[in-house]
């Protein structure tokens, strides 16, 4: 079974200030993926970043970085220079390879203030 | 821009009515799926098309009965709903494969359904 665990429910930063959204997760595959989606009010679920478990490099996309401890299966989310635009509800979410199933973390709901 | 749309966006329907959600992809995605979200929850997986055959019925009651006419094509059909129904219906697509392009699924905005 795998699991996927956010224990931040609510974060805020203030706009154009740098913040970090964690996830820890456990499986006991080697091939999966891991991901970050946002939905903001509007509800759309958007990817934000995503991050293939054999490789060793973290993935970035813009203001968005993870910090991706593979050991520890940690998979953090940094978000630098905040915009109000930012503000959302943001899903950690694993993916084993070649399964149909994506799996989600509870959520962390960010709000950037202005 | 999604490349998943959905149709309708809202939906409001009494508990004897028939409806149905629709979307359509034309990503050449061979995987489709419908989920169910409610408020402050993450979503959850209902229904899964693989190659146009269900793979996975995550034991959704009957009420709820998904049909894939085609590869980009996929229909949420909806009978006798209940008023805890009401969620947003998230539909998706992906394909598999070994790299993580292929492993991503992706989502439309959505149906907002309220049953009354």
């Known amino acids: 079974a795998q699991t996927v665990t956010q224990s931040q429910p609510e974060m805020s930063v203030q706009e154009a200030e740098t913040v970090t959204l964690s996830c820890t997760y456990d499986t006991s595959e080697n091939n999966y993926y891991l991901f970050w989606y946002k939905q903001p009010p509007s509800r759309q679920m958007i990817l934000v970043i995503r991050q293939e478990a054999y490789k060793q490099q973290n993935a970035t996309e813009n203001r968005f970085s993870v910090n991706f401890q593979k050991a520890a299966k940690s998979f953090s989310l940094k978000i630098s220079d905040s915009q109000l635009g930012d503000t959302a509800m943001y899903f950690c979410?694993?993916?084993?390879?070649?399964?149909?199933?994506?799996?989600f973390g509870k959520g962390t709901k960010l709000t950037v203030n202005p | 821009d999604t490349e998943v749309t959905q149709t309708p966006k809202h939906l409001v329907m009494g508990m004897t009515n028939k409806k149905s959600l629709k979307c359509e992809q034309h990503?050449?995605?061979?995987?489709m799926y419908w989920y169910k979200q409610k408020a402050k929850k993450p979503p959850e997986l209902m229904f899964v098309y693989s190659y146009e055959k269900l793979s996975i019925n995550e034991s959704v009651p009957s009420r709820f009965s998904p049909e894939c006419p085609n590869s980009s094509l996929l229909n949420l059909h909806l009978h006798a709903l209940q008023p805890e129904d009401s969620a947003l219906y998230l539909c998706?697509?992906?394909?598999?494969?070994?790299?993580?392009?292929?492993?991503?699924?992706?989502f439309g905005e959505g149906s907002w359904l309220t049953v009354v």
């Open positions: 998706a697509s992906s394909n598999t494969g070994t790299n993580s392009l292929r492993n991503t699924i992706y």
């Open positions: 990503m050449g995605h061979r995987a």
């Open positions: 979410a694993l993916r084993r390879g070649g399964s149909e199933k994506l799996v």
